[in-house]
């Protein structure tokens, strides 16, 4: 699991309610049913009206990514698998691969190798890898942008929700006592609007834009590696060149071992 995400959760829902007890702002205030449902139900209403049903329906997948942890080695066991495949490669030959295919998980990289494996040109290899990897961040964008666009309309919402609220409250003004219970509830759906839109929407659109860059670094490291496969590049060489998307506190394991 991510940790940061629920951290940072937690964090903000803990703020914000400390900070109005801090304030003598009552709790209670909060169970304000119609200010829920103008921002949360409006800030939906907004996305179905923006996005088409397509790609509405990557929500759900969107939060799995968000709480769901990367792989701090990925990179280093890449490096080293690569070493492995080149060494094989040198002594068997570039065809001797193919019994590792069916071991790699990762459909890009496989795609890939068996392109090398199946004799095709580097520059074809090379073009059809990044074009891949075009489209891959063209989606990313795509989904990432709901997030984007729900944290831009919460806070106009819920400017909306205080309005409605504002208006009901001045629609009677003959009990002073009630009037200001009254905008002060009205305020509550600005509160939402605000909370919701930069400490979960924009926060987590910024969240999926660093995993979609490291994914598109790790990828850019798989071209790499197997581009230098069918060159025919030696093991070492190998490793010095994919050293270089490996932060230089992460490289220790490989240079004791090298």
């Not at 003598?24 to 907004?46: D, E």
């Not at 919402?157 to 009677?172: E, F, K, T």
């Amino acid at each position: 699991m991510e940790k940061s995400t629920a951290i940072g959760l937690v964090a903000g829902f803990v703020s914000i309610f400390v900070g109005m007890i801090i304030k003598g702002a009552p709790l209670s205030s909060m169970a304000n049913p119609a200010a829920f449902l103008i921002i949360i139900g409006g800030t939906f209403s907004c996305l179905f009206n923006a996005f088409p049903m397509d790609t509405v329906k990557k929500l759900p997948t969107l939060f799995k990514i968000l709480f769901r942890a990367e792989n701090e080695g990925g990179k280093v066991e890449l490096v080293k698998l690569f070493v492995e495949l080149s060494q094989l490669a040198r002594r068997e030959g570039i065809l001797a691969l193919e019994s590792r295919v069916q071991e790699i998980e990762d459909p890009f990289f496989k795609n890939g190798l068996s392109m090398v494996i199946d004799g095709m040109d580097p520059d074809f290899v090379s073009d059809v890898l990044d074009a891949e990897l075009a489209v891959m961040e063209e989606r990313h964008s795509e989904a990432r942008s709901i997030l984007t666009q729900a944290g831009t309309y919460a806070p106009t919402l819920g400017v909306l929700g205080a309005v409605v609220g504002l208006i009901a409250a001045l629609a009677d003004l003959s009990d002073v006592n009630k009037l200001g219970h009254a905008i002060s509830a009205a305020f509550i759906a600005t509160i939402l609007g605000i909370f919701t839109g930069y400490v979960i929407w924009l926060p987590f659109a910024n969240k999926l834009k660093v995993k979609s860059a490291n994914e598109v670094a790790h990828k850019r490291m798989i071209i790499e590696g197997i581009l230098s496969l069918q060159a025919g590049d030696s093991p070492t060489a190998i490793q010095a060149k994919l050293m270089v998307f490996i932060p230089q506190s992460e490289r220790g394991e490989l240079n004791e071992e090298g």
